[in-house]
């Protein structure tokens, strides 16, 4: 089992940085694809980017390559999402996630909700224009 507690948010400038991070415990961590996703009252839980077990492969959703990355220290059981040149459309609850499930063949496509075994509670990221 893994427990996931994100960490970071808050409000920030358009244009502005922003690094969340994802804490975790149990056993399975560091073996875990860990994915982020967020959302909004209006919209469904969007992907954002997940990260596999080794912290080497790394898949972004298009609407945040460029500006997020991703990273983990398995040493700290932490995994980190750095946003960078927020927009206001980046307003949103951010989720990290762990999946037993994920392979690594399906590492540079995008991931479900529904591969997710494990989710925090959210952090809530505001920018401000």
């Known amino acids: 089992q893994v427990q996931l507690a994100e960490s970071g948010g808050g409000l920030v400038q358009a244009g502005g940085s922003l690094r969340l991070s994802c804490a975790a415990s149990g056993r399975s961590f560091s073996t875990s694809v860990i994915g982020w996703f967020r959302q909004t009252p209006e919209k469904s839980r969007e992907f954002v980017g997940h990260?596999?077990?080794?912290?080497?492969?790394?898949y972004l959703a298009d609407s945040v390559k460029g500006r997020f990355t991703i990273s983990r220290d398995n040493a700290r059981n932490k995994v980190y999402l750095q946003l960078n040149t927020v927009k206001a459309e980046d307003t949103a609850v951010y989720y990290c996630?762990?999946?037993?499930?994920?392979?690594?063949?399906?590492?540079?496509?995008?991931?479900?909700?529904?591969?997710?075994?494990?989710w925090g509670q959210g952090t809530q990221v505001i920018v401000s224009s």
């Open positions: 990260i596999d077990w080794s912290g080497i492969s790394v």
């Open positions: 996630a762990a999946s037993k499930s994920i392979t690594q063949g399906d590492i540079n496509r995008e991931s479900g909700s529904w591969s997710y075994d494990y």
